[in-house]
């Protein structure tokens, strides 16, 4: 009993002084009622035991300087995109391009009261859903309070990807972004996410996949070192659906990516990947769960991290198999490489399946540099900075695989180039 009502003395002070939006109220409302039940998560929660929520439940953002990113260029920054600009949490219009993009709507969330608007059936949704069997509060807390996001449907094959662009300008900004995102029969889209979106950032994206929908996510977290992060990412899947999502990481003093999949219709292929480099102060955690729930899906996850100078790096992962859904082919994998004795890798994978045709692994591994390896390489004149890049690369490959987009992956493979320049010492 006293831990509940701790909990919930937590959100009073959470929210104090907040009021929820007046658009899409009957959702919103419905999320401050599960808010009211749950609380905000603690240490003891059996999904948060790595990782602690303390820094996410205080009432204020804590100061995070405004990090300096002058010496690279922008990332995606040489592909043809359609731009929305977000400075602090506020769309910022005269960076942004104008809302227009064949075969795509794209709305304000800040605009949608509900009553006629399509994500006003939609809204929340899956983010409720999401909330079971595991309690996803800093979700809800969104749900109830976001203000900003945007709403985009795809009827069509969209011609460019869609680019939100975060931007950090205030030390102590705490930001709440909520995008709803519905693909409708045959179409789709790439949608990309960069920046640094403030010194505290709650993020929830819904994605409705119908049948035979196509939808690839791509997104860079921005390498501020103080910034304190919570992303939620709800899909549902139709028949025939396809769903990639790749999330580069680099930097940042707490990071929790939290992905729920739901695989609904039969023929349906998700994939869910990342690449996590920290240093020191950096504490990054992916909680994954997919479910299968229909015949003859794929899902993957596919998850690397590479950690030096204490920094810490979880993995929770979930297969769920129905009992109809037979003919499942689910694979699960996550890998941390250790570049010294002081940083750690905490995981937790799992599989839950109740169907008896089907093909589902696991593995977690951590450990350093393989030195038979790095020995080869420095046998044939290789400077020992240069091939420990190399190998590190090497180890994040299989996850940078999972983007379909060339250019993209290219994109991404020379960030981590740069970080690893940067932090060679």
Known sequence: MGMIQSRQDQLAARIAGQVPPLGLADARADALDRLAVTGLPGKRDEYWRYTDPMILNE??????AVFDASDETPIFGAIDRLKLVFVDGIFDAS??????????????LAECQGSDHWAGAFY?????????????????LNSAFAREGVLIRVTGKATKPVSLIYIHKSDSSDVMLHHCIKI???AEMTLLESGLAGARFNAVLEVELCEGARFHHIRAQGR?????????????LAAKALFKSFTLTANGALTRNEAVIDIRGDDAVAYVAGAAVGDGKFHH?????????????????????????????VFQGKILVKSGAQKTDGYQISQALLLDGDSQ????????????DVKCSHGSTSGAIDETALFYL???????????????????????AEIEDQAIAEDIRSRLEGWLARHDH
Do not use: M, W
């Not at 960076?95 to 304000?108: F, H, K, M, T």
């Not at 479910?291 to 790096?313: I, M, P, W, Y």
């Open 378 to 400: 420095r046998s044939r004149g290789v400077p020992v900075s240069q091939a420990q890049a190399l190998l590190v690369l090497a180890f994040l490959a299989e996850s940078i």
């Open 184 to 186: 409708e029969r045959g």
């Open 345 to 356: 890798f905490l995981a937790k994978p799992e599989l839950e399946i109740y169907a008896d």
């Open 224 to 236: 501020n070192h103080d910034r304190h992060e919570v992303t939620h990412l709800f899909a549902r």
């Open 124 to 140: 929340g949704v899956l983010e409720k859903a999401g909330q079971t069997p595991v309690n996803r509060p800093f979700a809800g």
């Open 95 to 108: 960076a942004s391009d104008p809302l227009d993009l064949a075969g795509v709507q794209i709305d304000r």
């Open 59 to 64: 009432p204020a953002a804590r100061k995070a």
């Open 285 to 313: 955690d992916d909680t994954v769960f997919v479910t299968h729930d229909a015949l003859r899906c794929e899902s993957r996850q596919v998850f690397k991290k590479v950690l030096k100078n204490g920094a810490v790096g």
